[in-house]
C-alpha cells in the first residue's frame, strides 16, 4: 500500500479558479525553469511512465534501491521507457528536499534524488538531528553552495509551486499516496511494484 499524504503545514493557494483556468500565479510558475520535467531515458519512448514518490516515503525508497536500477538498465537505457519523476511531498521535510533537488542543474536531480532516498535513515527520520541541515549537507555534496541553499529553502514561489502541482495531481488522478505510477497515461498503480511487475504493465502499454 502506498503512503498516504501527510497534512503540510503550509498551504498553497488552488490551483484552479473557478472557471477552471490556471490562475495567473500557476501560469508565471509553470515558466520557472525549476518545474519543467525531471525524467530519464528518451522522450521518444514507445512508454511513459510517470512516479509520484515523496522523498520521505519509505516504500519509494525501498523501490528506488531494489527494484530502480534495473528498471534504468533494462527499460529506460534501451529506449523502451521515458521514466518521469513526479513530486508528492508528504510533509515538510520531503518538500524542503524536493525543492533543493529541483534547484539543482536538471543533470543532477535524479543522483540527488537517488541519493536523498537512499539515506532517509539519517535526513529524514534520525532523532536529534537537524533535518534541515541534513539536506544541506546533502546539497553540498551535489554542489549547492550554503548562499543557494539558504535561498532555495525560503523560496516561497518554488515551495507552492511544487505544493500546487501536487494539488493538481490530487485533482485530476485523485492520487493521495506514494509510490503512485501512471503507464502512458492509462493506467494507474498505486503500490510498489517489482520488477516483473513493472515490466508486463510497460509491455501492456507498449501495445
Known amino acids: 500500500m502506498p503512503i498516504k499524504r501527510r497534512t503540510l503545514l503550509a ?13 495567473s500565479r500557476a501560469m508565471a510558475q509553470a515558466a520557472d525553469p525549476r518545474m519543467s520535467i525531471r525524467a530519464a531515458g528518451n522522450p521518444s519512448a ?3 511512465v510517470e512516479e509520484w514518490f515523496s522523498l520521505t516515503c519509505t516504500h519509494c ?3 528506488a ?12 537505457d534501451t529506449g523502451k521507457v521515458y521514466y518521469i519523476f513526479r513530486d508528492f511531498p508528504l510533509d515538510q521535510d520531503a518538500l524542503t528536499a524536493a525543492m533543493v533537488a529541483r534547484s539543482l542543474p536538471p543533470e543532477r536531480y535524479e543522483a540527488f534524488v537517488l541519493a536523498l532516498l537512499s539515506s532517509q535513515d ?3 527520520f534520525e532523532q536529534g538531528v537537524d533535518h534541515i541541515a541534513e539536506i544541506g549537507k546533502m546539497a553540498a555534496l551535489a554542489g549547492m553552495s550554503p548562499d543557494q541553499f ?3 529553502i525560503h523560496d516561497e514561489t518554488l515551495r507552492h509551486a511544487i505544493m500546487e502541482q501536487e494539488d493538481r495531481a490530487q485533482m485530476q488522478y485523485k492520487i493521495d499516496g ?13 503500490q510498489e511494484l517489482s520488477y516483473e511487475e513493472f515490466a508486463k ?7
Open 11 to 23: 498551504l498553497a493557494p488552488a490551483l484552479l479558479t473557478g472557471g477552471g483556468l490556471l490562475s
Open 46 to 48: 514507445k512508454v511513459h
Open 61 to 63: 525508497a525501498r523501490f
Open 65 to 76: 534501491a531494489e527494484v530502480f536500477p534495473e528498471i534504468r538498465s533494462k527499460l529506460i
Open 122 to 124: 539519517r535526513w529524514a
Open 150 to 152: 539558504q535561498q532555495t
Open 178 to 190: 506514494t509510490p503512485t505510477f501512471r503507464f502512458n497515461d492509462r493506467e494507474q498503480v498505486s
Open 201 to 207: 504493465k510497460v509491455e501492456a502499454a507498449a501495445r
